[in-house]
């Protein structure tokens, strides 16, 4: 059979075969509107607050601070513009970081051309936000701070408990873009001190266009879609009660294994890291060498396009990513890349390979054996 | 193999003509479907693509990539256009050669395509030269790039590439890539005539520097003015990111974008 090894978690996940027969049912048979009162529509309600619960199991929230959204750019656009319609007498400053994700950034932009002012915080040459310079940027005016979790290219995990405590301290909510390491990593919302927290179900294993948005009780926010006063009135739209049931099954599946598989993936990823080292010469590895998401491996070869050996390993079965799938799709350098001191020529020369659980030793085995032919052949075009 | 019209293709693009020859001999040998296009492409049927680059690469053949066949390249005889297209005798010496590395789909237009090519020498000399000669490109001394858009096409000279962005099929990028191989060349041969212009037509001074900077003497960069900020600057002895408000503050995100070019092409 061909070879087929799938490097690219990050851009999104298979759906689990759990998730699959879970959610079976709510298409054919509990087909019912969760908002209709009678015994078919009730069926779909018990299942959604069923899956809220489980949900805010794993986050040790309340389950009604959780908000089901699309997916992770509805719930970042929902926080941002949320919190400012709803905070907008109070001021108008936000602050966020420079390598935040498109569905951050572009919100932000949107703001800005309403009267809303914006600082991007800078990062260290690892990717990592100085909870000081967050403090630093922050006037009478702020009502946010926006810093992710973990860096959806680099890998980078941001130390947003520290950040949350210094916005705190000034009174100003705090939120984070988590679709990178909801059910990746193992936290409570209540450790990380934060306000409001981004998830997409489609990163771990659930459906895509289902995800959400926790909102810690007493948080202050516009409605995002206005109708039928769902959710609370915050997110009209009738339920996507398949995607949620899925979403939930997601979650208790993942966050019954999260330290073990990522245990797994950080010896996988160290192993694949180390191998590249010693097979490939001009290496260098992007973003934080131990604050690092377990399943993100960043890369820069020397003199190679990463488009052109994303393009060589594809035909060798092995599917990764040139910087982050949205940026992917022009020559543009990456935001991120640039913002850690990259020049556009270095930018250009990241690849991202992302790990999940369904990646094994052997793939590694056989990325470490065509890498370096992949590699050469580029460098040969080059001669 | 004939093409039909309601079938899907894919055209595969070989970076020279050597490894576009061998290519070819495996997919003979390998008695796979082909349509020969020129020696440095083929069409193949569209779920055979991936067998197809799969076995040259194994035959140790390079393959820059690969983009679809539209019904607009059947309409209008690509074809024909591709057999009839002949590069221009080789002008100059300086330029040898652009091997194509890479080949895809525009992302945003998917009729159109997007490719990386390599040059056989570093052309970083000859740059400013080049920038002299097309109005409108846009100059980076620091990082030594060359940006200018040819039409709807958008391309940027490193000292060792091109990339060239929304070209309409791979004969456009074949043309661009020989004219811009000869522009090259012709610039390299009259650079004696040619004043070079390093994009440094602004004689900048600290004062015009500190135009740009916030004025407010905030003194987090460790100066004590901005007028002195830009001084020491213009030495060479302050970095940019040192202005903090510049940086960080949206109100001058604008004035941020001309220091970073400005500072850039000062190389300072």
């Given at each position: 059979m061909e070879k087929s090894v799938y490097l690219d978690y990050a851009a999104t996940t298979p759906v689990a075969p759990e998730v699959v027969e879970a959610m079976?049912?709510?298409?054919?048979?509990?087909?019912?509107?969760?908002?209709?009162?009678?015994h078919i529509g009730r069926k779909a309600r018990v299942a959604l607050e069923a899956a809220r619960g489980k949900v805010a199991e794993y986050l040790a929230s309340?389950?009604?601070e959780i908000i089901f959204t699309g997916g992770g750019t509805e719930s970042n656009n929902f926080a941002i513009l949320g919190v400012a319609y709803a905070l907008k007498e109070k001021g108008n400053h936000i602050i966020a970081s420079s390598i935040e994700h498109h569905s951050v950034l572009e919100p932000l932009k949107f703001l800005e051309k309403q009267g809303f002012r914006v600082t991007l915080v800078p990062v260290d040459h690892n990717g990592l936000v100085d909870p000081h310079d967050v403090e630093k940027a922050i006037t009478p005016e702020t009502i946010l701070v926006s810093i992710m979790h973990?860096?959806?290219?680099?890998?980078t995990i941001e130390p947003i408990k520290d950040i949350a405590e210094v916005a705190h301290k000034h009174g100003v909510y705090v939120h984070t873009d988590a679709v990178q390491t909801f059910c990746h990593l193992a936290f409570a919302v209540c450790g990380l001190g934060i306000d409001l927290l981004s998830f997409s179900a489609h990163k771990f294993f659930g459906p895509k266009g289902v995800g959400g948005l926790y909102v810690r009780n007493g948080t202050l926010l516009e409605p995002f879609l206005r109708g039928g006063g769902q959710e609370r009135g915050l997110r009209a739209s009738t339920h996507n009660v398949a995607g949620i049931v899925g979403m939930a099954k997601a979650v208790e599946l993942r966050s019954q294994k999260i330290i073990k598989e990522s245990n797994r993936e950080i010896l996988l990823r160290d192993r694949f890291i180390s191998g590249i080292m010693k097979r490939i010469d001009g290496v260098t590895l992007n973003g934080h060498p131990v604050q690092r998401l377990p399943n993100n491996i960043n890369i820069s070869i020397a003199g190679v396009d990463a488009e052109a050996l994303v393009f060589q390993l594809d035909t060798m079965g092995i599917a990764c990513s040139a910087g982050s799938a949205c940026t992917s799709?022009?020559?543009?350098?990456s935001h991120v890349l640039l913002a850690l001191g990259f020049s556009a020529q270095s930018a250009a020369e990241a690849v991202r390979f992302s790990l999940g659980t369904q990646t094994m030793d052997l793939d590694i085995d056989y990325c470490l054996e065509v890498l370096p032919q992949a590699v050469k052949n580029i460098r040969v075009i080059r001669k | 193999m004939d093409i039909a019209k309601d079938k899907q293709y894919e055209i595969i693009v070989f970076p020279n003509q050597d490894e576009g020859l061998k290519a070819q001999r495996v997919l003979v040998s390998q008695g796979e479907d082909f349509k020969h296009i020129s020696t440095l492409a083929v069409a193949v049927p569209e779920d055979r693509t991936r067998q197809v680059c799969r076995a040259i690469i194994d035959e140790n053949v390079l393959v820059s990539g690969h983009y679809p066949f539209l019904y607009r390249d059947y309409e209008d005889d690509f074809f024909k256009r591709a057999k009839d297209y002949k590069a221009p005798e080789?002008?100059?010496?300086?330029?040898k050669s652009i091997t194509l590395c890479y080949v895809a789909p525009c992302?945003?237009?998917?009729k159109k395509i997007r490719l990386i090519g390599y040059f056989d020498r570093d052309i970083t000399e000859i740059l400013p030269y080049i920038n002299a000669v097309i109005k409108g490109a846009s100059y980076n001394k620091g990082a030594s790039t060359l940006t200018y858009a040819k039409e709807r096409r958008l391309i940027n000279l490193y000292n060792m590439k091109i990339t060239i962005a929304k070209a309409d099929d791979i004969i456009d990028a074949w043309r661009i890539l020989d004219e811009i191989k000869a522009l090259i060349n012709k610039t390299y041969e009259q650079r004696s005539d040619i004043k070079p212009n390093f994009d440094e037509k602004v004689k900048v001074t600290a004062l015009q520097i500190y135009g740009w900077l916030p004025k407010t003497n905030c003194k987090a960069c460790g100066e004590m003015t901005c007028l002195a900020f830009a001084v020491k600057m213009l030495q060479g002895d302050q970095k940019l990111n040192n202005c903090r408000p510049l940086i960080n503050e949206s109100s001058f995100a604008q004035n941020k974008l001309i220091m970073q070019e400005l500072t850039e092409a000062l190389g300072i």
């Amino acid at each position: 059979m061909e070879k087929s090894v799938y490097l690219d978690y990050a851009a999104t996940t298979p759906v689990a075969p759990e998730v699959v027969e879970a959610m079976a049912p709510y298409f054919t048979d509990i087909y019912g509107n969760a908002s209709s009162p009678h015994h078919i529509g009730r069926k779909a309600r018990v299942a959604l607050e069923a899956a809220r619960g489980k949900v805010a199991e794993y986050l040790a929230s309340s389950p009604e601070e959780i908000i089901f959204t699309g997916g992770g750019t509805e719930s970042n656009n929902f926080a941002i513009l949320g919190v400012a319609y709803a905070l907008k007498e109070k001021g108008n400053h936000i602050i966020a970081s420079s390598i935040e994700h498109h569905s951050v950034l572009e919100p932000l932009k949107f703001l800005e051309k309403q009267g809303f002012r914006v600082t991007l915080v800078p990062v260290d040459h690892n990717g990592l936000v100085d909870p000081h310079d967050v403090e630093k940027a922050i006037t009478p005016e702020t009502i946010l701070v926006s810093i992710m979790h973990a860096n959806n290219e680099i890998g980078t995990i941001e130390p947003i408990k520290d950040i949350a405590e210094v916005a705190h301290k000034h009174g100003v909510y705090v939120h984070t873009d988590a679709v990178q390491t909801f059910c990746h990593l193992a936290f409570a919302v209540c450790g990380l001190g934060i306000d409001l927290l981004s998830f997409s179900a489609h990163k771990f294993f659930g459906p895509k266009g289902v995800g959400g948005l926790y909102v810690r009780n007493g948080t202050l926010l516009e409605p995002f879609l206005r109708g039928g006063g769902q959710e609370r009135g915050l997110r009209a739209s009738t339920h996507n009660v398949a995607g949620i049931v899925g979403m939930a099954k997601a979650v208790e599946l993942r966050s019954q294994k999260i330290i073990k598989e990522s245990n797994r993936e950080i010896l996988l990823r160290d192993r694949f890291i180390s191998g590249i080292m010693k097979r490939i010469d001009g290496v260098t590895l992007n973003g934080h060498p131990v604050q690092r998401l377990p399943n993100n491996i960043n890369i820069s070869i020397a003199g190679v396009d990463a488009e052109a050996l994303v393009f060589q390993l594809d035909t060798m079965g092995i599917a990764c990513s040139a910087g982050s799938a949205c940026t992917s799709g022009s020559f543009e350098p990456s935001h991120v890349l640039l913002a850690l001191g990259f020049s556009a020529q270095s930018a250009a020369e990241a690849v991202r390979f992302s790990l999940g659980t369904q990646t094994m030793d052997l793939d590694i085995d056989y990325c470490l054996e065509v890498l370096p032919q992949a590699v050469k052949n580029i460098r040969v075009i080059r001669k | 193999m004939d093409i039909a019209k309601d079938k899907q293709y894919e055209i595969i693009v070989f970076p020279n003509q050597d490894e576009g020859l061998k290519a070819q001999r495996v997919l003979v040998s390998q008695g796979e479907d082909f349509k020969h296009i020129s020696t440095l492409a083929v069409a193949v049927p569209e779920d055979r693509t991936r067998q197809v680059c799969r076995a040259i690469i194994d035959e140790n053949v390079l393959v820059s990539g690969h983009y679809p066949f539209l019904y607009r390249d059947y309409e209008d005889d690509f074809f024909k256009r591709a057999k009839d297209y002949k590069a221009p005798e080789s002008g100059g010496e300086f330029l040898k050669s652009i091997t194509l590395c890479y080949v895809a789909p525009c992302m945003a237009d998917e009729k159109k395509i997007r490719l990386i090519g390599y040059f056989d020498r570093d052309i970083t000399e000859i740059l400013p030269y080049i920038n002299a000669v097309i109005k409108g490109a846009s100059y980076n001394k620091g990082a030594s790039t060359l940006t200018y858009a040819k039409e709807r096409r958008l391309i940027n000279l490193y000292n060792m590439k091109i990339t060239i962005a929304k070209a309409d099929d791979i004969i456009d990028a074949w043309r661009i890539l020989d004219e811009i191989k000869a522009l090259i060349n012709k610039t390299y041969e009259q650079r004696s005539d040619i004043k070079p212009n390093f994009d440094e037509k602004v004689k900048v001074t600290a004062l015009q520097i500190y135009g740009w900077l916030p004025k407010t003497n905030c003194k987090a960069c460790g100066e004590m003015t901005c007028l002195a900020f830009a001084v020491k600057m213009l030495q060479g002895d302050q970095k940019l990111n040192n202005c903090r408000p510049l940086i960080n503050e949206s109100s001058f995100a604008q004035n941020k974008l001309i220091m970073q070019e400005l500072t850039e092409a000062l190389g300072i």
